[in-house]
């Protein structure tokens, strides 16, 4: 079951590819400034890559908590948001604060502080446990 699982995963990441592929060679998306149709491919496929890891991963984690399949999007969420800021040249602690306010505002919605401290241990190796930053610190959740 899990290698046709992985099978079909597979089929999906390269269907997906080869639809944005044609998509720029047939002039309907977006391209860059320099034309490069190859390399925006490639920087898509390297991305999509990426986010599939960071699903896997965060699913392994959640595995492990335990935690109930009707809750999986939002962690999902969550690390796609963190992963956001992880890809930008940012300082490690322009990072922490940023993924401190993150699990902040994800516990506010629900979500379990120790799960999305892990998830983004495990999955992105970001320490994030700590005080919150100053501006959230006096936020108080559903506010």
Request: with cysteine; hydrophobic share 40%.
């Amino acid at each position: 079951m899990d290698e046709e699982k992985i099978r079909l995963r597979e089929a999906r990441f390269k269907r997906s590819c080869d639809r944005y592929a044609q998509k720029l060679a047939a002039g309907r998306g977006a391209l860059r400034r320099d034309g490069d149709v190859d390399a925006q491919s490639a920087k898509y496929q390297a991305g999509f890559a990426e986010v599939n890891r960071q699903r896997s991963a965060t699913a392994e984690v959640l595995d492990r908590f335990g935690v109930p399949t009707i809750v999986r999007p939002f962690y999902y969420s969550y690390i796609l948001a963190l992963g956001k800021r992880d890809r930008k040249m940012w300082s490690e602690t322009q990072l922490g604060n940023e993924g401190r306010i993150l699990v902040s505002l994800w516990v506010s919605r629900g979500l379990r502080r120790d799960v999305l401290l892990a998830i983004a241990q495990d999955v992105l190796g970001l320490d994030l446990a700590g005080a919150e930053p100053l501006a959230c610190a006096s936020v108080k959740a559903g506010v």
